[in-house]
């Protein structure tokens, strides 16, 4: 787990400002639920055999006795809150979240123990429309963030019953090359063969280009919805390549299965994750609810996006004071020039004017604004410009204070 420091969280305040302009024009509600859930909840939904709930979720036990679970995803959560609080009687739920997961698992770059999520949930909708809509406010999101050289892969995990024929399939097929697949494929053919499909194992991933395929085992009706799927994602000139080993990482997917990968980010490419789960919100005590959704890790996010959105704005001016009486005019017309919208950095250090000047240049301010003895016994202030002008000259000059404090802020937001 990290430190999200000063020189970062820049960053992430505009990735996150992106996503509530973006959501709110989507028409899509913001939900926040707690970071602490009760242990069965992850259990239930995700799956007892995943390696989400196996091996990498927080548990303890609190002073009465609960099983307690740092979430470790948001999907489960909302989908908690929405059956806890009868949402679904107001109609679909179009939401989205934002905040910290944890899971125990090797931190490396872009995937802490502590990770971050912005996430979209589709709850009452089953409409194939619904599935190219939540796909296209991913797609879009992340282009606004100024990502612009991802792939979007696809798959149909089609229906429950598509599914189980498959897996006995796929097991059959694994068990006569049991020898073959590395230890922890092995593993799963009893309990979760279809994970085995994700494997990052490179003898493993290249056995498996021979290995029985899920979409020759998708129901007319499956492979319709997914068919009109590419059409829709085609007529919103979405580019997408079909990858029929995608199976996400929890239990709750069916029908459509999506994710976002980028080049950049080495063996974990995968920048956004989701689809379909009409089974969840029924498992967790409501009623048969058609639902889609995804997630976006916001540390790899942070990393793809780079220099787009790292650079911070400068401030409009610095204030440079020294004395007692400069100081509070010094505090009084920051005051009055924030309220107008306009970035001011107040030095604090009472040092001379020349450090003074050293930190406002390095701030890469516009102007300073600079309050001295001298300036307070004629009731005035200099301004002076820190960045050259065509000529390679900074310019400069006195305003009087005698026109009071608002006035002289209207002064300084015309420079």
Same mark, same amino acid.
């Given at each position: ?8 969280? !820049?960053?992430?305040?505009?990735? +996150?400002?992106?996503?509530?302009? !973006?959501? *709110? ?11 602490? =859930? ?8 995700? &799956? =007892? ?5 196996? /091996? ?13 679970? %740092? ?64 796909? *296209? ?8 963030? @100024? ?8 798959? *149909? #995990? &089609? $229906? ?7 897996? +006995? ?37 290249? %056995? ?5 395929? %899920? ?48 080049? !950049? ?18 498992? #967790? ?5 058609? *639902? ?28 440079? !004071?020294? &004395?007692? /009486?400069? =100081? ?7 005051? /009055? ?11 604090? $250090?009472?040092?001379?004017? $020349? ?21 307070? $016994?004629? @009731?005035?202030? %200099? ?7 065509? +000529? ?11 026109? &009071?404090?608002?006035?002289?802020? =209207? ?5």
């Amino acid at each position: 787990m990290v430190d999200l420091l000063p020189a970062q969280s !820049h960053s992430w305040q505009k990735v +996150e400002s992106i996503a509530l302009e !973006h959501f *709110s024009r989507a028409g899509l509600q913001e939900i926040r639920t707690p970071i602490i =859930e009760q242990t069965e909840l992850f259990s239930r939904s995700i &799956g =007892e055999n995943t390696d989400v709930v196996g /091996k990498e979720m927080y548990n303890f036990e609190d002073r009465g006795g609960r099983s307690c679970t %740092l979430r470790p995803e948001g999907t489960a959560s909302v989908a908690r809150s929405i059956v806890q609080h009868g949402l679904l009687n107001n109609g679909p739920q179009r939401l989205w979240y934002q905040g910290p997961m944890f899971r125990y698992e090797r931190p490396q770059a872009g995937r802490q123990r502590q990770f971050h999520q912005i996430g979209v949930e589709f709850v009452g909708l089953a409409s194939v429309m619904s599935e190219a809509e939540v796909i *296209s406010i991913a797609w879009d999101f992340l282009n606004d963030v @100024g990502l612009n050289d991802l792939t979007l892969e696809l798959n *149909s #995990l &089609g $229906s429950n019953e598509d599914r189980n024929v498959f897996k +006995e399939e796929l097991k059959n097929w694994l068990n006569q090359r049991f020898d073959l697949l590395d230890e922890d494929s092995q593993k799963r053919i009893k309990v979760n063969p279809l994970r085995i499909l994700d494997s990052k194992n490179n003898s493993t991933k290249e %056995l498996l280009t021979e290995a029985p395929s %899920l979409s020759d085992f998708l129901s007319d009706e499956s492979k319709t919805r997914f068919d009109y799927l590419q059409e829709l994602l085609d007529n919103l000139d979405i580019p997408y390549k079909i990858n029929n080993n995608l199976v996400r990482g929890l239990d709750y997917y069916s029908h459509t299965a999506f994710e976002i990968t980028s080049d !950049h980010l080495g063996s974990q490419a995968t920048v956004c994750g989701g689809g379909r789960y009409d089974s969840l919100i029924g498992e #967790l005590g409501g009623p048969e609810t058609a *639902s889609i959704g995804w997630a976006i890790g916001m540390e790899r996010l942070i990393i793809l996006a780079g220099d787009n959105i790292l650079n911070t704005k400068s401030p409009d001016f610095y204030v440079i !004071h020294r &004395g007692e /009486k400069a =100081e509070k005019i010094a505090l009084n017309i920051s005051r /009055k020039l924030r309220k107008a919208n306009l970035r001011i950095d107040l030095d604090y $250090s009472g040092s001379s004017f $020349s450090k003074q000047f050293k930190r406002a240049d390095k701030s890469r301010a516009k102007w300073a604004i600079v309050i001295g003895d001298d300036e307070v $016994s004629k @009731g005035q202030l %200099l301004i002076k410009k820190l960045r050259d002008n065509a +000529e390679g000259e900074r310019s400069e000059e006195y305003i009087f204070l005698r026109d &009071g404090l608002d006035k002289l802020a =209207e002064k300084l937001i015309d420079k």
